[in-house]
């Protein structure tokens, strides 16, 4: 069974996060969890894959055990399945925030070895998947859900996820803790990100905590507030945002052409 809705009235919570940091380094994985306000059945548990540095998270509502996994890896399926497995929850939705360039989604892989799990992307990824959302849709698990909001940008299917309920949001590649997804290949356009960021992103309360899908130089998370005073490409005017976008020269993807044709169907080929 799952569940999607359109945007209810809802007040915002103000739940602030209270951020702890547990790490552990186990070969090429490493694990952060975020401990929430005492009294919250909020679970939320952050994972990391150091060959694309991409984070992985898992939520769950530690009353009816049902839980979503945002932005699984492929080589961490069996990781991430015993996981959820050992925690005893049951999980409901294996979700991508867009159609990856640098690494093979694990979201096909988990639903073998979690039978009744159910893909989830944006539809306007042009990616198969079991289900997929449009903005403005909301993913719910127990008593929580995420809103999905449409961020293109970098690509056209980019969607934020957002909790208001915990004042967290997930961005993807969309923002960055200090930078921003790249524009230069699948749909990229610059314009289309800075709008995306400063009308869907930059407008969440200022305390809101972000939750990047990659961090390059060992950060886990970051706020609207600072990005807003501290990114140094999306704080510019949109013509100087433009210009830095389309002289970044980067180097060609090293993934690209065999993560995203395996994305287009899921990470199964």
């Given at each position: 069974m799952y569940r999607f809705s359109m945007i209810p009235k809802m007040s915002l919570s103000t739940l602030k996060i209270v951020e702890t940091l547990l790490v552990s380094n186990t070969g090429k994985a490493r694990c952060m969890s975020t401990g929430m306000q005492k009294g919250?059945?909020?679970?939320?548990?952050?994972?990391?894959?150091?060959?694309?540095?991409?984070?992985?998270?898992?939520?769950?509502?530690?009353?009816?055990?049902?839980?979503?996994?945002?932005?699984?890896?492929?080589?961490?399926?069996?990781?991430?399945?015993?996981?959820?497995?050992?925690?005893?929850?049951?999980?409901?939705?294996?979700?991508?925030?867009?159609?990856?360039?640098?690494?093979?989604?694990?979201?096909?892989?988990?639903?073998?070895?979690?039978?009744?799990?159910?893909?989830?992307?944006?539809?306007?990824?042009?990616?198969?998947?079991?289900?997929?959302?449009?903005?403005?849709?909301?993913v719910c698990?127990?008593?929580?859900?995420?809103?999905?909001?449409?961020?293109?940008?970098?690509?056209?299917?980019?969607?934020?996820?957002?909790?208001?309920?915990?004042?967290?949001?997930?961005t993807g590649d969309t923002l960055l803790i200090r930078g921003c997804g790249r524009t230069d290949f699948q749909e990229g356009s610059p314009e289309s990100l800075y709008n995306s960021v400063h009308t869907k992103i930059f407008t969440l309360p200022d305390h809101y905590t972000l939750y990047p899908a990659h961090d390059y130089k060992g950060q886990t998370a970051t706020t609207v507030?600072?990005?807003?005073?501290?990114?140094?490409?999306?704080?510019?005017?949109?013509?100087?945002?433009?210009?830095?976008?389309?002289?970044?020269?980067l180097p060609y993807p090293k993934m690209i052409d065999k993560a995203v044709p395996a994305n287009r169907v899921c990470g199964i080929y």
């Open positions: 919250s059945d909020f679970f939320f548990r952050q994972l990391f894959d150091t060959v694309s540095s991409t984070y992985t998270y898992l939520l769950g509502d530690m009353k009816t055990r049902e839980a979503v996994l945002i932005d699984p890896v492929l080589e961490h399926a069996e990781r991430d399945a015993a996981l959820i497995k050992e925690l005893g929850f049951n999980l409901l939705y294996a979700m991508n925030t867009h159609m990856h360039a640098d690494h093979i989604t694990g979201t096909g892989k988990l639903k073998s070895l979690i039978p009744g799990s159910r893909s989830v992307i944006g539809k306007s990824s042009g990616a198969k998947a079991d289900l997929h959302i449009v903005d403005g849709d909301l698990f127990g008593s929580y859900q995420l809103l999905a909001t449409a961020t293109p940008g970098h690509t056209n299917g980019c969607l934020t996820y957002i909790c208001h309920d915990q004042g967290i949001a997930f507030d600072e990005e807003k005073k501290y990114n140094p490409r999306l704080t510019k005017p949109l013509k100087e945002f433009v210009h830095i976008m389309e002289n970044l020269n």
